[in-house]
């Protein structure tokens, strides 16, 4: 068996420039996850764990280095480049209430598809995103309001 990288970070830096001090939050990262591979990161409160997943999410850029997601360098997108990138490819679940409480489950994991041209029919993206909240526990929740 083969092993491809699904996320692959290369020398990663993310340095904060405020006035009198630089703030070095990562520093030659590297870090290699597989497709279906789960990991945790953890550490104390400032150690980098939300600059890594805004990193990898494309919601930052990073002061150095490279960020391949399926085989695809995110890390010098451009901010438009990169929210095209998040629409069609990522999926997030924050940990604030950013769902919509009016719309049912099924209908916030949708709300992405109104940014922007598919080339899948409404349908198919309804029928994949009801297929993803069943792999994460949530089918049975598809009506329900958050």
Sequence with gaps: MQFTAMI???DLTKVYETPGETV???DGLDLTLGAGEAVSIIGPSGSGKTTLLNLL???DRPSGGTIRIGGQDIAGYTPAEAARFRNRSLGFVF???HLLPQLSVLENVLVPRLAGDWEETAADTAERAH???E????GHRLDHLP
């Design 57 to 59: 999410g494309a919601l």
């Design 24 to 26: 070095r939050v990562l």
């Design 135 to 138: 792999k994460v526990g949530l």
């Design 8 to 10: 692959e970070a290369r």
């Design 95 to 97: 940990q604030q209430h």
């Design 131 to 133: 297929g993803l909240l």
